[in-house]
């Protein structure tokens, strides 16, 4: 599913620096990667999310998407054309209302 996603994504435009599991590892590698949002893919119905995961977030400055699998699942299998598209909307819907922020931020 990462390599699904991380393919559609850079036929979108974006630039995908690292995919992985929600693991310790993973999580505690994020801060050595340049990026510019988070994109965390989840089933809806999952359990909670890792206790490091959690405290990462707290402190994150970034955007923070919450992608759900099945959707992506759905896209994977019926093939829609249209999932990448959208997805990638709403990536850029986030980064432009963090642009918008940071902008606001610095009026001040």
Not at 66 to 80: H, I, K, M, P, Y
């Amino acid at each position: 599913m990462q390599a699904y996603l991380s393919r559609l994504l850079e036929s979108h435009g974006f630039n995908v620096v690292s995919a992985g599991p929600l693991n310790e590892q993973f999580i505690g590698s994020l801060e050595l990667t340049a990026h510019d949002f988070l994109m965390i893919d989840r089933r809806e119905d999952s359990h909670d999310a890792p206790t490091s995961l959690l405290n990462k977030l707290r402190h994150w400055d970034r955007p923070v998407l919450f992608n759900d699998t099945t959707a992506t699942e759905v896209s994977l299998r019926q093939g829609n054309p249209d999932f990448g598209r959208v997805l990638a909307d709403q990536i850029n819907a986030l980064l432009a209302a963090r642009q918008d922020d940071d902008r606001s931020a610095g009026s001040t």
